[in-house]
């Protein structure tokens, strides 16, 4: 078992698989970045099972494959088997823009895929367009209707932005729930990549949103789930994950992994060691103690929750949110 500097048990490991992303959504990645990762510098599947491997062995049983665009990365199928056939009952989950979606879901299922997360921020083709910077709303659709086609678990991911979505927080709500797919508000976290001027949401507005047509009552926060969960008065449970409450860390089981091989103890710290060299060098043991030494420090709580924070420097496109 994983055990944290804090007495926290870690047995979640999110694995960004590429930095790469065809979208330019303004709260993570309005450019194009100066340069990106070579190629090179990627880890391979095999090399990033390799330690997958290890974090299963030491008690892992959550992962998820997210991004950048994580469909961006050729074959994912590939390596969701290689998870999946090491440990079948694996809680093996996706978080993708879905624009690649429909035609690979399929496959992804068949791999071992079991839940999908899925950003849709709106419903309105010229929204999408403007959070996005391109025009993406039929394929995100598209790749929905697919994925509940194969069988996947759904769930819906919405970022609400001031001047810009706020105004679709039940159509987003009701489009999930009329396709029994949960939803998770999460509150927009600043970060120096994200565009100048952007304000989310914070989780109260959230919920007034909610309540100017649903009465709601709290139901708490489920597990390790980074999400407190609500319900309405026609029986819907909808979450809302908000950094910004100081609550947010205490049952925190995460790391991640970048897909240069830096394992990352949390999301608003620079803090960060590679496991680069000890894969390379199929040295599973320094892997380990790598992974222990990352959660020996792995902080108490992210800084969004401090009086003043600052903006993380951490991109998003390259933690995997
Ligand atoms: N490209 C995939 C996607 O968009 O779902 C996976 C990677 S993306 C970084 C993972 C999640 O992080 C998405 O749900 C996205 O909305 C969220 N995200 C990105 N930047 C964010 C920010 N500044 N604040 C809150 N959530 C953010
Ligand atoms: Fe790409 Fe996802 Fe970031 Fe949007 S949130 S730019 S889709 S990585």
Redesign the pocket.
């Known amino acids: 078992m994983l055990i944290d500097g804090h007495g926290r048990k870690v047995n979640y490991l999110r694995i960004?698989v590429t930095e790469r992303?065809n979208?330019r959504?303004q709260?993570?990645m309005p450019e194009k970045p100066f340069s990106w990762v070579p190629r090179e510098n990627l880890l391979s599947f095999e090399e990033l099972f390799s330690f997958v491997r290890v974090a299963i062995d030491e008690g892992v049983d959550k992962i998820r494959i997210?991004?950048?665009?994580?469909l961006l990365r050729e074959d994912l199928d590939r390596f969701i088997q290689m998870i999946h056939d090491h440990k079948p009952d694996i809680d093996l989950a996706l978080?993708?823009?879905g624009y690649l979606l429909a035609n690979v879901a399929e496959r992804l299922k068949d791999a071992g895929l079991k839940r999908i997360?899925?950003?849709i921020?709106t419903l309105k083709p010229d929204v999408a367009a403007k959070i996005a910077q391109k025009d993406v709303l039929s394929k995100v659709l598209e790749g929905v209707e697919k994925a509940l086609e194969v069988g996947l678990k759904v769930k819906v991911?919405m970022?609400p932005l001031k001047g810009i979505n706020e105004d679709e927080i039940i159509d987003v709500m009701e489009y999930a729930k009329a396709r029994g797919m949960t939803i998770r508000y999460?509150?927009?976290?600043?970060?120096v990549h994200?565009k100048n001027g952007l304000q989310?949401l914070n989780g109260k507005e959230i919920l007034a949103k909610v309540k100017e047509k649903y009465t709601i009552q709290k139901v708490g926060r489920e597990g390790s789930s980074p999400a407190f969960h609500y319900l309405t008065d026609d029986g819907y449970k909808f979450g809302l994950i908000d950094p910004h409450k100081h609550d947010f860390c205490e049952s925190c089981n995460r790391i991640r992994l970048t897909a240069e091989g830096f394992l990352i103890p949390c999301l608003y710290f620079d803090e960060a060691m590679s496991i680069r060299d000890a894969v390379k060098a199929g040295n599973i043991e320094a892997a380990s103690e790598i992974l222990r030494e990352v959660l020996r420090n792995k902080p108490e709580k992210n800084r969004w929750s401090e009086e003043n924070a600052e903006e993380s420097t951490r991109a998003?496109?390259e933690?995997?949110?």
């Open positions: 960004s992303c979208f959504c709260y993570c997210t991004g950048g665009e994580p978080t993708t823009n997360n899925i950003s921020d991911n970022v999460i509150e927009y976290m600043e970060n994200a989310g998003f496109y933690t995997g949110g």
